[in-house]
């Protein structure tokens, strides 16, 4: 069982990001409650900005917990590897944007997750099920938020 390790903890960059992850996210929600602009009852477009809040609230406190109990702030191993992955994701996103138009903003998301998926993982046929199911059910959620939960309209292309 890993152990809390509080010596050192101001020192490492991860703790940063998470307090500043919160601080973001808290003043982002102390907006929504008290600034000029008003959401309407019940669910709807104005909902999401709460949930992005809420989200970067959430992953703040991940990021610290993952700090204090030292599971951060660990150098890559191969400089390489970390500069192609990245390469590799920005043309990922890129190709994204431009599919949109083409293929719709569902099928998209689907395609750039699961490049994504394999770009991340090791043995991406070996792992199948998070590189092919979790992206198509990740899609799916992302379907059912936003269209029928806040209901809002996504951009449709040739597909759908």
Known sequence: ????????????????????????????????????????????????????????????VVIMIEAVFGKSDQFPENLRAVVSTG?????IGMGMFWAIGKLGFMVSVCI???GASFVLTRDPLRHWPSTIVVP?????????????????PLPRGLLF
Do not use: E, S
Request: glycine fraction near 10%; include cysteine.
């Open 1 to 60: 069982m890993l152990k809390p390790q509080f010596f050192g903890l101001l020192t490492r960059q991860d703790f940063y990001t998470g307090l500043v992850t919160i601080a973001v996210g808290a003043i982002g929600l102390f907006d929504i409650a008290y600034g000029d602009w008003r959401p309407g009852p019940g669910l709807g477009p104005h909902a999401f900005p709460q949930l992005a809040y809420i989200t970067l609230v959430c992953a703040g």
């Open 87 to 91: 390469v590799a994701l920005l043309a």
């Open 112 to 114: 750039t997750l699961i």
């Open 136 to 152: 198509v059910v990740a899609t799916a959620v992302i379907w059912l938020l936003f269209v029928k939960l806040i209901n809002v």
